[in-house]
């Protein structure tokens, strides 16, 4: 499991210091990422060049690492992210990613989703909720 760890914590570091440690090396080559937006990469080639793409417009200021649950080839991390675009406000939210593992070591499949940053109690002005 620790290897694992290792592999995600080098993949967020990535993305803080804005710098390839070796994105072939971390993802299988016919990975697929999907981001908790919507958009797929479809192999370690497309991914990498995101990675390259996106950082020529954004910044990842904060990507914390929460806490790692493993279950057989798959891993699932909690995480806090925030990201500037170019001079826009930061932005950041609570997520999770779930990760499939090929046989070798490396991720062949991320999925990220993500919860909303802006969140409320929907009853704190209103009745209490009927189940109790």
């Not at 779930?98 to 070591?105: C, I, L, N």
């Amino acid at each position: 499991m620790e290897a694992r760890e290792e592999v995600i914590r080098l993949w967020f570091d990535m993305w803080l210091r804005r710098e390839d440690f070796g994105i072939q090396d971390v993802f299988n080559r016919d990975a697929v990422y999907t981001e908790s937006w919507g958009p797929v990469y479809h192999g370690s080639a497309a991914i990498g060049y995101w990675f390259h793409e996106w950082n020529t417009r954004g910044r990842v200021l904060v990507w914390d690492i929460r806490q790692f649950f493993h279950s057989g080839n798959q891993t699932a991390v909690t995480w806090f992210f925030q990201c500037q675009m170019g001079e826009e406000a930061p932005i950041g939210f609570e997520g999770v990613s779930v990760v499939r593992w090929t046989e070798d070591g490396k991720i062949g499949s991320l999925t990220e989703y993500c919860c909303e940053p802006e969140q409320y109690n929907p009853y704190q002005h209103g009745p209490e909720p009927i189940f109790k």
